[in-house]
């Protein structure tokens, strides 16, 4: 399931969980989009008082990551639209290529997701404790169902009577407002806060709130996100990487409906034909007598800007490295095989683990070699 969630957006969804997170979105920065002075305090008090619960919208992303241009051929027919192949042409478009997304929320538990590409449709729906994923390009659909529980926000923000499971793909993540206070929850402890120009956003009048790192080893330059001044919703986030001029990620609304969406949109049924997966997450295997304990699947070094996540070895990952867009993505270092961006490195280590963070390769081969 998260494997399929990392296909929508994975530029932004490595920056989530590494950092703790052209044709560009209509944004315009300049001395005419006149509003109040805020501080960066006050910024985010209007962000975690904003009490739009339902939007819908076109969401526009692009990513300048420095990956080389793969030519044509170069991924296998087998993993070409194929939510189970090692590097589909799905993965390497929204990693190279700029995104454009239809996003419609209604509170916190109804959310949709649709990426329209050529002849083909994907879709992140959640409706209530239901979350489908659907690809249409191969007709597949996988479900899930969310446990319930009582999930412990900001104050003066609105409680979420349900809270996904965090390998469950939650559709809003896919938007600027999701992104964004997930990397403020994530990243304003280790930031200093500052207010650039005002800007506008899908016509809007936005601050313009600027995150920047205090720590030195991390790719990142700083992270800005455009709130919007009447409702405190966050309209866009924009990534920077260090010594690049473009933005490493740029993600947010084209455009911006604050109007209900309607009930049907988050209404699924699996079409006719389709392969459909039931995935229960929270099925547990019984435990045998004086068992070891395992050892966990995915461990966090360090938190915020410099963090490295480890991912135990995946049994797919043998097959992965097969490809012959594998090979062209990544070099050979020390200890395994690099996918180098100018926002994060991804090491593949030789027996199997996936190292990954917004740091230097250095502080990655140091991770892995103490684990």
């Known amino acids: ?106 509170g916190p538990s109804k959310a949709r997701v649709q990426n329209l590409e050529s002849l083909a449709e994907r879709d992140v729906i959640r409706n209530g404790s239901d979350v489908w994923v659907y690809d249409s390009k191969d007709n597949s659909v996988a479900h899930t169902t969310l446990a319930s529980r009582q999930h412990f926000v900001r104050p003066g923000t609105t409680p979420q009577a349900t809270s996904p499971d965090p390998t469950t793909p939650d559709p809003q993540d896919a938007t600027p407002a999701g992104l964004a206070k997930k990397l403020i929850a994530q990243l304003e402890p280790t930031s200093t806060l500052s207010v650039d120009s005002n800007v506008r956003v899908a016509g809007r009048p936005a601050y313009d709130l600027v995150l920047t790192p205090k720590v030195t080893d991390t790719l990142i330059g700083s992270v800005s996100i455009a709130v919007d001044a009447e409702t405190g919703v966050p309209l866009q986030v924009r990534i920077d990487a260090r010594g690049q001029k473009t933005p490493a990620v740029n993600i947010g609304f084209s455009s911006i409906d604050l109007a209900t969406p309607a009930a049907s949109l988050f209404a699924f049924s699996a079409p006719a034909g389709a392969k459909v997966t039931e995935i229960n997450q929270h099925a547990t295997a019984p435990k045998a007598p004086d068992a070891p304990a395992t050892k966990p699947t995915e461990t966090v070094t360090g938190h915020g800007w410099d963090a490295v996540v480890t991912v135990a070895a995946a049994n797919s990952l043998g097959t992965l490295s097969q490809s012959r867009s594998f090979g062209e993505l990544t070099t050979a270092v020390a200890g395994g095989r690099l996918l180098h961006t100018s926002l994060f490195n991804v090491l593949f280590t030789s027996d199997g683990r996936i190292v990954a963070g917004s740091v230097s390769v250095a502080r990655l081969q140091e991770v892995a070699t103490a684990q």
Do not use: C, H
């Open 1 to 106: 399931m998260s494997r399929n969630w990392l296909r929508w957006a994975p530029a932004a969804a490595a920056v989530v969980v590494v950092a703790g997170v052209a044709i560009a979105v209509p944004t315009v920065a300049n001395a005419s989009v006149s509003l109040p002075d805020k501080t960066p305090t006050q910024i985010l008090e209007l962000v975690a008082s904003s009490n739009v619960r339902a939007f819908s919208g076109t969401v526009e992303e692009t990513s300048d990551l420095g990956l080389p241009s793969l030519p044509a051929g170069s991924v296998p027919s087998s993993s070409r639209g194929s939510s189970s192949g090692a590097l589909s042409a799905a993965d390497l478009s929204l990693l190279t290529g700029p995104n454009s997304l239809r996003v419609y929320v209604d």
